[in-house]
């Protein structure tokens, strides 16, 4: 199998203030850590390798794809997006990567000069013995990232002895290092769980042959470099009887649409544990790879993860059930996370001592709970899954997937004990997903602790990037806290992993009423009603108006919308306009009676004026709000302003 393009060398390289560690795509600054995919990783290391030049598209192209790819210029255009995300270059005025239009790319950063390796000079009394070689020292060279580009030089020696046994000993650490690289260890061996990636067979000749490399690409980006679950390139299973998985599949043209059958497979028992057909638009052939990892990186990720906690390999059966959990409980349409319930009561009449078979229980009637119809269903659910997650918690303490699913079936409102099982499944065991920072950085958004929400959504996008709801969350997160370019990029990740074209136009939707974009709002292909679309439309333009009276007559259509299409957008535009009693009262109404957006809605920025509301402490209080900030002895943000709203006397 053919493998993703490589890194160049292994080397460090700082530049304002950042530090790129290229072999492992890491990039730290100020104690904040990400980890490149590998494409955006090659983009930056191709521009900082030019600091200042223009480095063309098709420099980066050929860099990127050295075999070529399918729809290159999308996947550029995405690369060096995700790029700038992770800088955080994403205002108007570019700080790292300036856009040459149709041209190319360039860095604008000041790289560090790399720091000399400095050798003492050797004394004379010295210079006559060859000097000790210590092997363990070399080991650490070896398998340590350099810090520097300067090779470390042997010291002056004025005799040809001397020259001779330098020599000798150059020799011997070289021959040391090429031993240590043919024994070195497997570099998958830290994974707990490794799937084998087979590839995908095209079976339609018109498909493009690259997109076999870009699937295995896409699939090896959607597993964390340091993660349990790990995915590997391996021509054949590690020798022994441990477990081996693979996955692979075929990809073929059926009508208009773009079939693609995948399948994990158990090495040794020869059993299919999963297998799954989805139907993509044959329109859109360069984004299959893309989905091919969101779709099966997550299930596999999920399964692999689950099963390696088990003290010993799970049946295959129990397997081909775990695995049907969570193709259920990673489906993007939550009202199809029902689905996950079923399978995940087999694990456990199978295995009732698996505390992860306990947590997808727990984990299905939270789905059920998300898509209830009726409050009695509700209640039952939740009950049902806090006794499922105490269960998996008896069984092994440090369960963190049944903690952080147990604080999703509380009381909605029952904050403080939220927070603390969220907390405990932080500190208990990283999930390769992130999700006890998802929902710990969701929670901390609706109590008002904006600043320290984003720090958790950012964490958890950085770990799991390819979810549609992780990049979601966290650009409500940062149009909360008033940075709507930087939610912009990750509104467009978002709306990039759509698992269909009506989704993503739902989530284009979202996006556009969340940032007040006029000009997306007016695109007519979006999910929004003529009513809603003239009213949104409209105010947004008299919010650029001196007139009273066409502010006047904005707020008046606004208010006419029905109680249904009076959203979180309405409200907030109505507030930019000045009706902060009617923009109070439509947010109450959402955030006492839904759970998304839930109270997050009175911590947009732009709601601030409707915190001075008579009737906001009541709200509050209803809210569990009060209840949480006086217990915790915390605060929200917004209470730590100049001219605070007159509640945050009450704390």
Same mark, same amino acid.
């Given at each position: 199998?053919?493998?993703?393009?490589?890194?160049?060398?292994?080397?460090?390289?700082?530049?304002?203030?950042?530090?790129?560690?290229?072999?492992?795509?890491?990039?730290?600054?100020?104690?904040?850590?990400?980890?490149? #995919?590998?494409?955006?990783?090659?983009?930056?290391?191709?521009?900082?390798?030019?600091?200042?030049?223009?480095?063309?598209?098709?420099?980066?192209?050929?860099?990127?794809?050295?075999?070529?790819?399918?729809?290159? +210029?999308?996947?550029?255009?995405?690369?060096?997006?995700?790029?700038?995300?992770?800088?955080?270059?994403?205002?108007?005025?570019?700080?790292?990567?300036?856009?040459?239009?149709?041209?190319?790319?360039?860095?604008?950063?000041?790289?560090?000069?790399?720091?000399?390796?400095?050798?003492?000079?050797?004394?004379?009394?010295?210079?006559?013995?060859?000097?000790?070689?210590?092997?363990?020292?070399?080991?650490?060279?070896?398998?340590?990232?350099?810090?520097?580009?300067?090779?470390?030089?042997?010291?002056?020696?004025?005799?040809?002895?001397?020259?001779?046994?330098? $020599?000798?000993?150059?020799?011997?650490?070289?021959?040391?290092?090429?031993?240590?690289?043919?024994?070195?260890?497997?570099?998958?061996?830290?994974?707990?769980?490794?799937?084998?990636?087979?590839?995908?067979?095209?079976?339609?000749?018109?498909?493009?042959?690259?997109?076999?490399?870009?699937?295995?690409?896409?699939?090896?980006?959607?597993?964390?470099?340091?993660?349990?679950?790990?995915?590997?390139?391996?021509?054949?299973?590690?020798?022994?009887?441990?477990?081996?998985?693979?996955?692979?599949?075929?990809?073929?043209?059926?009508?208009?649409?773009?079939?693609?059958?995948?399948?994990?497979?158990?090495?040794?028992?020869?059993?299919?544990?999963?297998?799954?057909?989805?139907?993509?638009?044959?329109?859109?052939?360069?984004?299959?790879?893309?989905?091919?990892?969101?779709?099966?990186?997550?299930?596999?990720?999920?399964?692999?993860?689950?099963?390696?906690?088990?003290?010993?390999?799970?049946? +295959?059966?129990?397997?081909?059930?775990?695995?049907?959990?969570?193709?259920?409980?990673?489906?993007?349409?939550?009202?199809?996370?029902?689905? $996950?319930?079923?399978?995940?009561?087999?694990?456990? $009449?199978?295995?009732?001592?698996?505390?992860?078979?306990?947590?997808?229980?727990?984990?299905?009637?939270?789905?059920?709970?998300?898509?209830?119809?009726?409050?009695?269903?509700?209640?039952?659910?939740?009950?049902?899954?806090?006794?499922?997650?105490?269960?998996?918690?008896?069984? +092994?303490?440090?369960?963190?997937?049944?903690?952080?699913?147990?604080?999703? =079936?509380?009381?909605?409102? +029952?904050?403080?004990?939220?927070?603390?099982?969220?907390?405990?499944?932080? $500190?208990?065991?990283?999930?390769?997903?992130?999700?006890?920072?998802?929902?710990?950085?969701?929670?901390?958004?609706?109590?008002?602790?904006?600043?320290?929400?984003?720090?958790?959504?950012? #964490?958890?996008?950085?770990?799991?990037?390819?979810?549609?709801?992780?990049?979601?969350?966290?650009?409500?997160?940062?149009?909360?806290?008033?940075?709507?370019?930087?939610?912009?990029?990750?509104?467009?990740?978002?709306?990039?992993?759509?698992?269909?074209?009506?989704?993503?136009?739902?989530?284009?939707?979202?996006?556009?009423?969340?940032?007040?974009?006029?000009?997306?709002?007016?695109?007519?292909?979006?999910?929004?009603?003529?009513?809603?679309?003239?009213?949104? =439309?409209?105010?947004?333009?008299?919010?650029?108006?001196?007139?009273?009276?066409?502010?006047? #007559?904005?707020?008046?259509?606004?208010?006419?919308?029905?109680?249904?299409?009076?959203?979180?957008?309405?409200?907030?535009?109505?507030?930019?306009?000045?009706?902060?009693?009617?923009?109070?009262?439509?947010?109450?109404?959402?955030?006492?009676?839904?759970?998304?957006?839930?109270?997050?809605?009175?911590?947009?920025?732009?709601?601030?004026?409707?915190?001075?509301?008579?009737?906001?402490?009541?709200?509050?209080?209803?809210?569990?709000?009060?209840?949480?900030?006086?217990?915790?002895?915390?605060?929200?943000?917004?209470?730590?302003?100049?001219?605070?709203?007159?509640?945050?006397?009450?704390?």
């Amino acid at each position: 199998m053919e493998s993703a393009p490589k890194m160049k060398s292994s080397r460090v390289i700082s530049f304002d203030g950042w530090v790129l560690h290229a072999e492992t795509g890491e990039l730290t600054k100020e104690g904040r850590k990400t980890r490149l #995919q590998q494409l955006p990783l090659l983009a930056l290391d191709e521009l900082l390798a030019r600091p200042g030049e223009l480095v063309t598209r098709e420099q980066l192209i050929a860099r990127l794809w050295p075999k070529g790819v399918v729809d290159f +210029d999308t996947g550029l255009n995405t690369a060096v997006r995700k790029l700038r995300v992770a800088l955080g270059d994403v205002g108007e005025v570019p700080r790292y990567i300036e856009t040459i239009p149709r041209k190319g790319y360039r860095f604008l950063g000041t790289i560090d000069p790399p720091a000399e390796v400095v050798t003492p000079s050797v004394p004379a009394a010295e210079r006559e013995s060859p000097p000790e070689f210590d092997r363990r020292a070399v080991d650490r060279r070896a398998v340590t990232p350099a810090t520097t580009t300067s090779a470390a030089r042997p010291g002056v020696l004025s005799s040809r002895r001397g020259v001779t046994f330098a $020599a000798a000993f150059l020799v011997t650490v070289a021959a040391a290092v090429a031993a240590w690289w043919v024994r070195r260890p497997d570099q998958t061996a830290a994974h707990g769980m490794t799937v084998r990636l087979t590839g995908f067979q095209l079976l339609s000749p018109d498909l493009p042959a690259t997109i076999r490399e870009t699937v295995d690409a896409e699939l090896t980006a959607a597993f964390s470099i340091d993660g349990v679950v790990g995915a590997s390139s391996a021509s054949a299973p590690a020798p022994g009887a441990t477990h081996a998985y693979t996955l692979g599949g075929t990809i073929q043209r059926d009508g208009a649409s773009i079939r693609v059958i995948t399948r994990m497979i158990n090495e040794r028992s020869g059993e299919i544990l999963w297998s799954n057909t989805s139907n993509y638009d044959g329109n859109e052939v360069s984004r299959v790879p893309r989905h091919i990892a969101v779709d099966a990186g997550n299930v596999v990720r999920c399964g692999l993860f689950g099963a390696s906690t088990y003290h010993k390999p799970l049946p +295959d059966s129990v397997l081909r059930d775990y695995m049907l959990f969570c193709e259920g409980h990673w489906d993007p349409n939550l009202r199809d996370g029902r689905k $996950a319930l079923v399978p995940a009561q087999r694990v456990v $009449a199978a295995v009732p001592d698996f505390s992860w078979g306990w947590a997808a229980v727990a984990g299905g009637y939270w789905k059920v709970a998300l898509s209830a119809d009726s409050s009695r269903v509700l209640e039952e659910a939740r009950a049902s899954g806090r006794e499922a997650a105490d269960r998996a918690i008896a069984i +092994d303490a440090r369960n963190s997937e049944a903690l952080y699913i147990k604080s999703m =079936v509380l009381d909605r409102h +029952d904050w403080i004990g939220r927070e603390d099982l969220l907390k405990r499944a932080i $500190a208990a065991q990283r999930l390769d997903c992130g999700c006890e920072y998802h929902q710990y950085g969701w929670m901390l958004l609706n109590v008002g602790r904006t600043n320290e929400s984003l720090e958790q959504l950012r #964490q958890a996008n950085d770990m799991l990037a390819l979810y549609v709801y992780t990049p979601l969350n966290f650009a409500q997160g940062l149009v909360i806290a008033g940075k709507p370019d930087e939610a912009k990029l990750h509104f467009d990740a978002a709306i990039d992993l759509a698992p269909n074209a009506p989704f993503a136009k739902s989530l284009a939707s979202f996006k556009a009423v969340q940032i007040g974009d006029v000009d997306l709002l007016r695109d007519p292909t979006l999910p929004i009603s003529d009513e809603v679309r003239a009213a949104l =439309v409209n105010g947004h333009r008299a919010l650029a108006s001196r007139d009273s009276g066409t502010r006047a #007559q904005a707020i008046e259509a606004l208010l006419a919308l029905t109680d249904a299409q009076q959203t979180e957008g309405v409200a907030k535009l109505l507030a930019q306009l000045g009706a902060n009693r009617e923009a109070f009262q439509i947010a109450a109404r959402i955030a006492t009676t839904t759970e998304y957006p839930g109270p997050t809605i009175f911590w947009d920025q732009r709601m601030h004026g409707t915190l001075a509301d008579p009737g906001f402490p009541s709200v509050a209080t209803e809210l569990g709000l009060l209840k949480y900030w006086t217990t915790t002895r915390t605060r929200p943000d917004v209470c730590d302003k100049e001219s605070p709203p007159p509640f945050c006397e009450m704390i």
